[in-house]
């Protein structure tokens, strides 16, 4: 019983094998020793589309779409899926939870299709228990704590989770409408989907207690280090590549040190270039000081103009009051006074010249002081 595993093609991506491997690992250590089935299917077809993974159970059907990222991003509905650093998760014409929606599609066609094979499904009355099947898109090796995720919740059906979490969220996907039997589960992979008899992938209890040892101290170590999940996979490369340079001869050594020697070379070449950045740097500084004194330079002709230009405006005004004057004092002198009509007609030209009405009616009063003193 357990957990039994079938594949329809490999896996064309070297990312999807190991993302398989390692998924298929931890379903058998989590769910080994117990009766339930767990019918993993990998790289099948279904309505003409590829989906990567599959899992089958009593009380779910769950799909499966494997991506590999180990950046920060944002998650659509009709939008693509896009990394901080602009890279595309999925294809131009469909993102990931697309994919995922069109796979739910295509179960809920097959299990309506043949709902009278499977004893859960004959009696039902609406379309509602063909449309349990859940979505998951899994980020390899682990989702980043960074991803945004703006999918509504509306979206019961649909999960993003990184692959290291993956087999804890099968464990609780459940729906009380559905109750597979093991034989039906088999039949689906089968018969249906014309698949090779499924395998069964659970351990021996010895090794399932020494795995489960080794898997609660990595997912120890995973949860201590999963706030810098790019730094935890440069150092499994590292780690890795130590390994096998501790397994080389001699000539591997040698290796090495034509290594370090062309390392040197390239610090040289790098120390070369930030000493040339420098006095790039010192030049722009120079350049940088030379247009501040220049605007500064501006700055100065600009006030003196202002100033001028104030200065000419004062000379310009005093004219043009002296004019108005001049007209009023003509006007009184030489016409015996001024009368309403007059007076109006005054203050309308000394609009038309610029002068305010208050300091109008002022020179207007000064005026017919003037010759009435005189």
């Known amino acids: 019983m357990s957990v039994e595993f079938c594949i329809g093609n490999e896996f064309d991506t070297s990312y999807e094998r190991e993302a398989s491997d390692r998924f298929v690992k931890n379903m058998g250590l989590r769910f080994g020793e117990r009766d339930t089935l767990y019918l993993i299917i990998a790289n099948y077809v279904i309505s003409g589309r590829q989906v990567d993974l599959t899992v089958l159970k009593k009380d779910a059907v769950v799909v499966i779409e494997l991506k590999e990222c180990k950046d920060p991003f944002k998650a659509y509905e009709n939008q693509d899926w896009i990394t901080d650093k602009g890279h595309l998760i999925g294809s131009d014409r469909l993102n990931p939870y697309n994919q995922v929606r069109q796979y739910r599609i295509n179960w809920f066609n097959l299990l309506k299709t043949n709902k009278d094979r499977f004893r859960c499904l004959k009696t039902v009355q609406d379309d509602r228990p063909f449309w349990y099947v859940k979505g998951v898109v899994a980020v390899c090796p682990s989702l980043h704590h960074d991803t945004v995720n703006e999918i509504s919740t509306e979206n019961w059906w649909f999960r993003l989770c990184g692959l290291n979490e993956l087999d804890r969220i099968i464990e609780f996907e459940s729906n009380k409408r559905l109750d597979f039997s093991d034989e039906e589960l088999r ?171 208050n300091q109008a009616i002022q020179i207007i009063k000064q005026a017919i002081k003037l010759k009435t003193d005189a």
């Open 187 to 357: 039949f689906i992979a089968t018969e249906l989907l014309m698949l090779k008899k499924p395998k069964n992938i659970s351990p021996s209890a010895e090794i399932h207690k020494m795995e489960k040892q080794l898997r609660e101290s990595a997912d120890g170590l995973i949860r201590m280090l999963e706030s810098n999940n790019d730094k935890l996979f440069q150092l499994e490369k590292t780690a890795e590549a130590l390994n096998n340079k501790i397994r080389e001869r001699d000539e591997q050594i040698l290796k090495l040190r034509e290594n370090y020697e062309r390392l040197n070379g390239e610090i040289r070449e790098k120390d070369k270039l930030i000493l040339e950045l420098r006095r790039n740097n010192e030049q722009l500084n120079e350049e940088v000081r030379q247009t501040v004194d220049n605007l500064q330079k501006y700055k100065v002709k600009i006030e003196q103009l202002e100033a001028d230009s104030r200065q000419q405006e004062e000379i310009r005004q005093k004219k043009i009051i002296t004019q108005f004057y001049f007209v009023i004092k003509h006007i009184l002198f030489n016409y015996g006074g001024l009368n309403k009509e007059k007076a109006n007609k005054l203050i309308e030209l000394s609009q038309r010249f610029g002068i305010a009405r």
